[in-house]
């Protein structure tokens, strides 16, 4: 009868050993899994703040380049006020009024109000607290509580716990003491 307890005991020792690596491979996998939707969770982030980023420097370069090109005229219009006003200091009279419409523009052109140009970044330093807390609603809908992992491996591996049950029933055999439960089945 014991010899029968310890056979059947042994078959369950081998059981869960083979049922241990299948059960640390299927763990493996799901490690696998859950670190690689973190990254791809923090992939997609970082994509994504980098092209929001791209995308306020292309607009901020836009911006610069038209103030520059609205300088670059302003300047051009008062270098042809300077060549207007040497030319007009040799012109005799008639062709000095004569060309006075065109000379008011440029005169205009020239004395125009200079708008004040904003220099300034408009990129945030990155809040690294406020990141991790986004990331952490990111990835929260893939993560499970410990809790709920182990309950999912103990239905699914309910011949794991019986191969416990039956370590568990060895070892009370080899200190002699009695078995509560009968594993000859």
């Keep these: 009868m014991i010899e029968e307890k310890l056979k059947s005991v042994q078959k369950d020792i081998l059981d869960t050993h083979h049922l241990l690596g299948e059960t640390a491979e299927k763990s493996r996998i799901e490690i696998t899994n859950f670190f690689n939707e973190i990254r791809k969770v923090l992939a997609e982030r970082e994509t994504s703040l980098k092209q929001k980023l791209s995308e306020q420097l292309k607009k901020q370069e836009g911006l610069l380049k038209k103030k520059e090109e609205k300088v670059t005229k302003h300047l051009n219009s008062i270098l042809s006020f300077y060549q ?3 030319k007009c200091l040799s012109e005799d009279d008639i062709l000095l009024l004569a060309t006075s419409p065109k000379r008011i523009e440029i005169i205009k052109q020239a004395t125009l109000d200079i708008e004040k140009v904003d220099l300034s970044m408009p990129f945030t330093e990155l809040n690294k607290e406020n990141e ?6 990111l ?31 060895l070892n009370a055999l080899t200190k002699n003491k009695p078995l509560k439960e009968d594993y000859s089945s």
């Design 84 to 86: 207007e006003y040497q």
């Design 132 to 137: 991790l807390n986004s990331i952490w609603k």
């Design 139 to 169: 990835i929260q809908p893939t993560a499970k509580t410990p809790a709920t992992v182990l309950h999912q491996r103990h239905n699914n591996n309910s011949s794991f716990s019986q191969g416990i049950k039956s370590v568990k029933a």
